[in-house]
């Protein structure tokens, strides 16, 4: 058995297509859904944990590449520029999971990347934008 | 036994001064009592870091050869303001380029404005200049292009017209889709409370009535050392104060200047203000001398004893009426939530209050060492009921 954290993008044709269910049905794998959205442009991202037995797993990812979905691992998705940050805090009420949070001891900004489930909702909202994705 | 600049500067220079923070001297005070920590304390040091958008820089860029007599230019793209003298200009943090989507796609990014402009100088990163001008006798070149860094300039100076606001407001956002103002995102049905203010460390949270800040105090400013020179635009001498006489709004406001040269780019950072625009973090620090012991009270104020107005910023704000929704104290908004009409709203802040320590501290350690003297005011600014 294996259990990834994965980030998928998919472009607005595939935004109404059971994906998810194909992967449960056919490639009998579980998910538990950490974040989902449809930006504006129609662009759906979906953040997840998929877990199933290695081979199903495998299968069911070329699955997702067939259909053109991008892939990445989430773990590494948003990181912060620790020279940019200046610590005013105002990304803390913008985060869904607590990743960003102040100490209020020394009134500094944590970021707990195992936290972060990589929605992206500090990015631009930090006004010297030291938060960023990484592809 | 008051004590004069004069004196104060003397302990200094000789490395003698006692000098503490705005937040060491709140339980220096609780301890010693005003009187003996009037004596005893010399200088208390404050600071603020924040987005401070009516700030900017005088640049001259030296003569050309031909010379040319600038009637438009523009540093990376972003418009500098050319209706001074020959290769004098002004650049404000606020100004995008002209080909920059604003918010066309709202909400706009603003990702390089003149913030990031002036921190890239600081920076000594070289900068785009080019200008244009319809030529004259004595200036006959229409055309001037360049790479310049900082120290090609012959004077770059920062010259802000309002920063440091003695107190603002608190923004929440009562409708019912998220809004993108100066004070950050605000989510809908006050999701959220953001609010801008070093609360007991900022520099005119300390000193309310201007009994000792005036036009010539000396100040840490973008990390090197700059003056105040005016009362800020907008600086109400008379504003609605609490029972300490701290104002319960904005109010005082500073006009500060420094050579940009000595500042460093820690202190001065571009912002992209989500929706609204660019701006400029602005570092500064205000030294507060004990010249009494009723100087020292003023020092003390803590950050459950100032107040701050808590404003609709989806409809009282853009439309200009007075209501509020009510006042908190800092204290409860550094703690992360507040109350507001029996529900429960997690609080942010615009400006740095880690930031605003460190540059309190950086100020007492400098007068310490006897590197900074105090700059005794000219005249004081504006304040009623001094």
């Avoid at chain 1, 998919?10 to 989902?36: E, G, T």
């Avoid at chain 2, 004893?305 to 853009?318: F, H, K, L, N, Q």
Wanted: charged share 20%; aromatic share 8%.
């Amino acid at each position: 058995m294996i259990s990834r954290k994965i980030v998928l993008r998919f472009a607005a044709p595939l935004v109404d297509q059971p994906i998810i269910y194909h992967l449960v049905k056919d490639y009998d794998l579980s998910f538990n859904i950490l974040k989902a959205s449809i930006s504006p442009q129609e662009e759906g991202v979906l953040v997840f944990e998929l877990t199933g037995e290695r081979e199903n797993y495998d299968a069911g990812i070329q699955y997702l590449k067939s259909l053109d979905v991008q892939i990445q691992p989430f773990s590494e998705d948003v990181r912060r520029d620790e020279n940019k940050c200046t610590h005013c805090g105002v990304c803390v009420v913008l985060c869904p999971t607590k990743a960003l949070s102040v100490d209020r001891a020394t009134m500094r900004v944590n970021f707990d990347s195992d936290q972060c489930i990589a929605c992206g909702a500090c990015i631009r909202a930090c006004p010297p934008r030291a938060m960023e994705m990484v592809f | 036994m008051p004590k004069t600049f004069q004196e104060i500067n003397e302990k200094i220079a000789k490395g003698q001064a006692v000098v503490v923070t705005a937040e060491e001297i709140i339980d220096l005070v609780e301890e010693k009592g005003s009187a003996r920590a009037a004596r005893e304390v010399d200088v208390v040091t404050t600071g603020t870091f924040g987005a401070m958008c009516s700030s900017g820089a005088v640049l001259n860029i030296g003569h050309t050869t031909p010379k040319i007599r600038i009637q438009k230019a523009w540093l990376n793209e972003i418009a500098a303001y050319g209706g001074l003298a020959a290769v004098d200009i002004y650049v404000g943090a606020t100004e995008m380029p002209e080909h920059d989507p604003l918010n066309s796609e709202h909400p706009g990014e603003f990702r390089y404005g003149g913030g990031h402009l002036i921190q890239d100088l600081v920076a000594g990163k070289p900068i785009h200049l080019k200008a244009t001008s319809y030529g004259t006798d004595c200036y006959p070149r229409k055309e001037f292009e360049k790479d310049l860094t900082i120290h090609d300039l012959k004077d770059a100076t920062l010259l802000s017209p309002r920063n440091a606001y003695q107190n603002y407001n608190v923004a929440v956002n009562g409708s019912d889709k998220t809004i993108y103002t100066y004070l950050g995102v605000l989510k809908p049905h006050m999701g959220n409370a953001n609010y801008s203010s070093a609360g007991q460390l900022s520099p005119l949270m300390n000193d309310p009535f201007f009994k000792t800040i005036g036009i010539g105090t000396r100040i840490f400013l973008g990390g090197g050392v700059g003056y105040v020179f005016w009362p800020g635009t907008q600086h109400d001498p008379d504003p609605e104060r609490n029972a300490l006489g701290v104002p319960k709004g904005g109010a005082g406001t500073l006009s500060v200047v420094g050579d940009l040269k000595q500042m460093h780019p820690e202190w001065l950072v571009g912002v992209s203000l989500l929706g609204y625009g660019a701006s400029l973090m602005v570092g500064i620090g205000v030294p507060i001398p004990i010249l009494n012991e009723d100087i020292v009270r003023h020092t003390a104020i803590r950050d459950e004893d100032i107040v701050a107005p808590i404003v609709d910023y989806s409809d009282a704000y853009p439309n200009a009426r007075p209501e509020t929704l009510g006042e908190i104290d800092y204290r409860s908004l550094r703690s992360g939530r507040i109350t507001l009409m029996g529900k429960e709203i997690p609080t942010a802040s615009m400006s740095s209050y880690s930031k605003a320590r460190e540059i309190a501290g950086t100020l007492k350690e400098w007068i310490q060492k006897g590197s900074f003297l105090l700059g005794e005011p000219t005249e004081l600014l504006p304040a009623v009921g001094r």
